[in-house]
C-alpha cells in the first residue's frame, strides 16, 4: 500500500504538506505544489477513497477511536469509559457521530486499508501499546490522529497524558510520610507507555527515601479495578 511518506517523496515536499493538500486544510500551500502534490497521489494511486474525499471537500463528520487493548475490560474499567464518555459527549455538542474500532490492529501492513477505508475523519487512539505502530500507520494514510494516554514520537502528532513518573512519586511519597517503610508497587501491562514512567517514579522516591526495593516489592499485574 502506498503511503504519504511515499507520495512526499515523490513530490520532493515534506508529508505535512501532503497531508494539507489531500486533507484540504486552510493551511496555505503553492498552488504548484498542490497541484503536483495531487498528481502524484493520483499516479500513485494513494489511498483513492480518503483522497476523494478530501478532493471533495467532504467530511464525514465521524471519529474513529481505537483503544490500544481490545478486551471487555476496555470498556468496563472506569478510566476508560471516562475516556468515551467524554469523547462521546464532545462529539455530540460538535454534531459529530464516534465508531469505536473493535477490530484489533495487526501492523500496518496488514491493517491499514481497513482504518484507512474513509469511514472516518479521523481518529483517537487511547493507550497504544509500545510495540504497535497504529499512530504511524495512521498518519501515514493522511488521517487527523490524536493520541490519548500515551506521548508519541510521531511527527505532527498531537497527544494528550499526564506525567506518570511525577503521580507515582506523589503518591508513594505520601505513604512514606504517613510512616510506611515496606512500600510494594504493583505494575501494569509492560507494554502500556505508563508501565516505565509509573516504576520509575516509584524508584525515585524510594530511592530518595533510603527505602530498599527487593525484587517482591515489584509486583505485575493488570489495570484492573480489583
Same mark, same amino acid.
Given at each position: ?11 520532493? &515536499? *515534506? ?14 500551500? !503553492?498552488? @504548484?505544489?498542490?497541484?503536483? +502534490? ?11 477513497? %480518503? ?7 467532504? @467530511? #464525514? ?8 487493548? =481490545? ?11 471516562? =475516556?468515551?464518555?467524554?469523547? #462521546?459527549?464532545?462529539? %455530540? ?6 465508531? #469505536? ?8 501492513? @496488514? /491493517? ?7 469511514? %472516518?475523519?479521523?481518529? =483517537?487512539? &487511547? %493507550?497504544?501499546?509500545?510495540? *504497535?505502530?497504529?499512530? *504511524? ?10 493520541? =490519548? /494516554? /500515551? ?22 511519597? !505520601? ?22 514512567? @509509573? ?7 524510594? /530511592?530518595?527515601?533510603?527505602?530498599? &526495593?527487593?525484587?517482591?516489592?515489584? +509486583?505485575? *499485574?493488570?489495570?484492573? &479495578?480489583?
Amino acid at each position: 500500500m502506498i503511503t504519504i511518506r511515499e507520495v512526499a517523496a515523490d513530490c520532493g &515536499v *515534506s508529508t505535512a504538506t501532503v497531508s494539507n493538500v489531500l486533507n484540504n486544510t486552510p493551511r496555505p500551500v !503553492h498552488p @504548484r505544489t498542490r497541484e503536483r +502534490v495531487l498528481e502524484a497521489a493520483r499516479r500513485l494511486n494513494y489511498h483513492p477513497n %480518503a483522497m476523494a474525499r478530501s478532493l471533495q471537500g467532504r @467530511r #464525514l463528520h465521524t471519529i474513529g477511536v481505537h483503544f490500544g487493548t =481490545i478486551e471487555p475490560e476496555v470498556i468496563t474499567n472506569p478510566y476508560a469509559s471516562l =475516556i468515551l464518555q467524554g469523547i #462521546l459527549t464532545t462529539a %455530540a455538542q460538535r454534531e459529530y457521530n464516534v465508531t #469505536l474500532c473493535t477490530a484489533r490492529w495487526h501492523g500496518a501492513t @496488514r /491493517s491499514a486499508a481497513a482504518f484507512g477505508d474513509g469511514r %472516518a475523519d479521523g481518529y =483517537i487512539v &487511547v %493507550a497504544p501499546p509500545l510495540d *504497535s505502530d497504529v499512530v *504511524s500507520g495512521l498518519s501515514d494514510l493522511g488521517l487527523s490522529v490524536v493520541v =490519548i /494516554s /500515551s506521548q508519541t514520537a510521531t511527527p505532527g502528532v498531537p497527544f494528550v497524558d499526564v506525567d506518570n513518573r511525577a503521580g507515582l512519586r506523589l503518591a508513594t511519597e !505520601h505513604l512514606i510520610e504517613l510512616g510506611h517503610r515496606k512500600i510494594a508497587h504493583m505494575t501494569g501491562d509492560r507494554q502500556q507507555p505508563s508501565y516505565e514512567d @509509573r516504576r520509575l517514579g516509584y524508584l525515585d522516591a524510594m /530511592s530518595a527515601a533510603g527505602l530498599p &526495593v527487593p525484587p517482591e516489592y515489584l +509486583v505485575t *499485574s493488570w489495570y484492573m &479495578v480489583e
